[in-house]
């Protein structure tokens, strides 16, 4: 059975401000994201990158590059004057086989002093954060998955490595 990618949520990632407030709900079959510039279509491409790849585009070089290389970037600005500490992630749930899996990935960010800079990450204790949970669609029960090697293999399965480069086009990539 194909993979049927039901939704993609942000929380304080990049533009998208709020707990899971964004959200996209997908439909089986094609879906074609085509909106104004500056609305967050490119955003949206990099909350699948970081959960497939732990990477995101920047636009402005045209080029990937790793989350750690630069963490702060993918924070809100809104969340980082808001207070002490924030979280940013990406939550995407599929269908795939009989299962529903859930995979969010975030970084809660904590200001190592008071007059912390927003634009720097070593202003920042930046930890990465991962949780995968897997749905028998036929028996209903759930558990969460803390194998790292499975939760791998979980996120192979949203999109599997040879399709990725057909199944997310950017115009900019």
Do not use: C
Not at 5 to 30: H, M, T
Not at 86 to 98: L, P
């Amino acid at each position: 059975m194909a993979t049927i990618i039901k939704n993609i949520a942000f929380k304080n990632f990049y533009n998208y401000y709020g707990d899971y407030k964004v959200q996209y709900d997908l439909r089986e079959g094609l879906n074609i994201i085509n909106a104004d510039n500056g609305s967050g279509k490119s955003k949206l491409y990099n909350g699948f990158y970081w959960i497939l790849k732990d990477e995101v585009y920047d636009s402005d070089d045209r080029e990937f590059y790793s989350i750690n290389a630069d963490p702060i970037k993918v924070l809100s600005n809104k969340a980082k004057g808001e207070r002490d500490s924030s979280v940013a992630g990406v939550k995407i749930i599929y269908e795939n086989n009989g299962h529903e899996y859930t995979v969010e990935k975030y970084l809660t960010f904590t200001k190592r002093h008071p007059d912390a800079r927003p634009d720097t990450s070593e202003d920042w204790r930046v930890t990465n954060g991962i949780t995968v949970k897997d749905k028998d669609l036929r028996t209903g029960r759930s558990n969460f998955v803390y194998d790292a090697a499975e939760q791998e293999d979980i996120i192979h399965k949203l999109i599997s490595p040879d399709m990725r480069s057909y199944a997310l086009l950017q115009g900019e990539a």
